[in-house]
């Protein structure tokens, strides 16, 4: 007997996204109270200017309802259509359930398959090729994708090689069916040799063992030499298989790691004049998935983007992890 399969839409697009910061602004200045480092250095290293860390009442769960909110009103339907919801975090500190099904309930996508993912920086991109490949299947119909993080909540305040570069804050997209392609191909992968670049100081038995709070240490040259070499020829990829060149973007709209590697990406793609670059990092900083919601949020609402519009994203981190599509904008 052979069994039932089903097919779904042709091709899914984004249909609306939304974003959350948390409201505690922590500029260069307070961040050299914790740290032996200067504005200047912080800025010319990385871009930042400031960065969001919560504040009392708000939370990784606060963020990501706001943005999903943000992001369901924004694309014309209405949360009980939503079947599907991926929420990418790795600073939830719940280790079971996850956040996925209790923001499902929470925003009234009621039933919704819902399940959390840990793809650190690269977790929105891996999001988006989830929700594409299952609405296409037919398992899904309409997905909320979320990338939510209180990255403060895992650094080292006194270590002077990350504390100046983690953040808050909270980006959703969402996805539905469509006519026309509005999602490439994913390019992605992983390299898990190179996993102790970027990772948590101990895992959390260890941590109540010792009585201690684990932390993300970060090798920042070695991230910054894949970030810049393999993940740039990535980037690459993605354009070749979506059947384009750089001139045909709009946007380019990578993970905000740090100015620095969007800079290096830049010269490696090539892009022309016209591609406008995401820069939320200068004052949101790097608060890992929810970087590229985020930016797009940014970008659409000042103009600097509009609806339509082609954009290549990539997502890269600890993992290490990376993946990247060519998108069109809600
Ligand atoms: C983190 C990063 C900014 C550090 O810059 P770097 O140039 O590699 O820094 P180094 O550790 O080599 O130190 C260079 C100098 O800066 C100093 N320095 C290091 N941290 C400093 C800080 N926070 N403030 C001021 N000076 C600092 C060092 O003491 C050293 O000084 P010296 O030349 O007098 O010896 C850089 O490696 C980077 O951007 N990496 C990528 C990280 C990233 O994006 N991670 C997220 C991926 S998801």
Not at 91 to 109: D, I, N, R, V
Not at 234 to 245: I, P, R
Not at 262 to 285: E, F, N, W
């Amino acid at each position: 007997m052979a069994l039932l399969t089903r097919t779904g839409a042709p091709y899914s697009r984004i249909l609306g996204v939304g974003k959350a910061l948390p409201s505690r602004v922590v500029d260069n200045e307070e961040m050299c109270t914790y740290i032996d480092s200067s504005d200047e250095w912080i800025r010319k290293r990385t871009g930042i200017v400031e960065r969001r860390w919560v504040a009392e009442g708000e939370s990784v769960e606060t963020l990501a309802r706001d943005a999903s909110l943000e992001a369901i009103a924004n694309s014309g339907i209405s949360a009980a259509d939503i079947d599907l919801v991926i929420v990418s975090t790795v600073s939830y500190f719940h280790q079971t359930p996850g956040l996925a099904p209790k923001l499902a309930h929470e925003l009234g996508a009621v039933g919704a398959a819902a399940y959390d993912i840990s793809a650190a920086c690269a977790g929105f991109s891996y999001a988006v090729a989830q929700a594409d490949a299952l609405i296409r299947a037919g398992a899904a119909t309409h997905a909320l994708i979320v990338g939510a993080e209180t990255l403060s909540k895992l650094t080292d305040l006194s270590d002077r090689s990350t504390a100046f570069l983690f953040a808050d804050g909270a980006g959703a997209a969402v996805i539905g069916p469509s006519e026309v392609n509005g999602v490439s191909p994913v390019v992605w992968g992983s390299d898990g040799e190179g996993g102790p670049s970027i990772q948590q100081t101990m895992d959390w038995a260890g941590a109540v063992q010792d009585n201690a709070w684990p932390y993300i240490a970060m090798d920042g040259q070695h991230v910054f030499r894949w970030a810049t070499g393999f993940v740039a020829t990535a980037a690459l990829d993605v354009l070749a298989q979506s059947g384009l060149t750089a001139d045909d973007l709009d946007a380019f709209i990578p993970h905000q790691a740090n100015n620095r590697i969007t800079d290096a990406m830049l010269r490696q793609l090539k892009l022309p004049k016209h591609v406008k670059v995401a820069r939320s990092i200068i004052r949101y900083g790097n608060n890992s998935a929810a970087s590229i919601p985020i930016a797009m949020s940014e970008m659409l609402a000042t103009g600097e983007a509009k609806s339509g519009d082609t954009a290549l994203i990539i997502g890269f981190g600890a993992g290490l992890v990376y993946a990247g599509q060519i998108i069109t904008l809600p």
